[in-house]
């Protein structure tokens, strides 16, 4: 497998973690195990004070880079794995989240030459409990062709289902608490020429679910966020759309 440059893609796998020690191991393991062997794996820890620490220390061997030290929050935590990363394509795996199997990065890099090394790639997600077993697939399905304007409809590609090329990719706007993900997948897209399903997918989700206070602050982060790429008009229409969308999954009893 080689790239359009004679050499196969670098996948920089960067993994935000703070106090997550229950959940840790199964994330680094799921990276180490791959056969694809151009992985460029980041661990930044927010100064843990569980074991945390200890078990980032257990892997150093496998980790291309590791800090541990106090942060601004999570998308702080973030910007500086993407001050950290060499490799041509940057993706996110936060604690807890895995890759599916061990030729994940393999069929992913497979993708990324046979499309020419496009400025993104995007899959599917399926959510998991802490265990890791398989609760469901993710209710929005990744659309066969995903453009910045596809976002209207809500965060249709997982940001954890979402490489990007590292020469694209902007740092995380620290204005946003909770749905900085969302605006920086907007911006990534926007700079894109080139974006491909990869038909695959590449991360199981742990799905803990949000507290009623941080879902609120969340969803009130992204109505800004649709506003400044949308228009007000249009976002607060397809709200409507949201609330009807959101209310019948409840009432079937899909995961929200």
């Not at 199964?26 to 992985?39: G, K, R």
């Not at 998991?128 to 066969?144: C, E, F, M, T, V």
């Not at 990007?164 to 993900?181: G, M």
């Not at 400044?228 to 209310?247: D, S």
């Amino acid at each position: 497998m080689i790239s359009v440059n004679n050499l196969p893609p670098v996948f920089s796998i960067i993994t935000v973690t703070r106090n997550a020690g229950k959940v840790l191991e199964c994330t680094i393991l799921s990276v180490l195990n791959q056969s694809y062997p151009m992985i460029e794996y980041i661990i930044v820890d927010g100064n843990s004070s569980d074991n945390t620490k200890e078990i980032i220390e257990q892997y150093a061997s496998g980790l291309a880079s590791r800090v541990s030290e106090p942060d601004a929050g999570l998308y702080d935590a973030m910007n500086k794995g993407l001050r950290m990363a060499t490799g041509d394509y940057v993706w996110f795996l936060n604690a807890g989240d895995v890759l599916p199997h061990s030729n994940t990065v393999k069929d992913l890099a497979a993708v990324a030459v046979q499309n020419g090394m496009p400025d993104i790639l995007y899959g599917e997600t399926d959510l998991i409990d802490i265990n890791g077993k398989i609760i469901a697939a993710r209710r929005l399905k990744a659309p066969r062709h995903l453009t910045w304007k596809s976002f209207r409809m809500g965060m249709l590609v997982c940001h954890q289902a979402f490489a990007v090329k590292r020469d694209i990719a902007p740092e995380y706007n620290l204005q946003y608490r909770f749905s900085s993900d969302f605006d920086w997948c907007i911006r990534c897209m926007k700079k894109a020429k080139t974006i491909v399903n990869s038909r695959i997918c590449p991360v199981n989700y742990l799905y803990e679910g949000l507290t009623t206070a941080n879902r609120k602050a969340s969803l009130k982060e992204r109505y800004r966020i649709m506003c400044r790429y949308y228009g007000t008009f249009v976002t607060v229409i397809l709200h409507g759309w949201f609330a009807v969308r959101f209310y019948w999954a409840k009432g079937t009893g899909k995961i929200v």
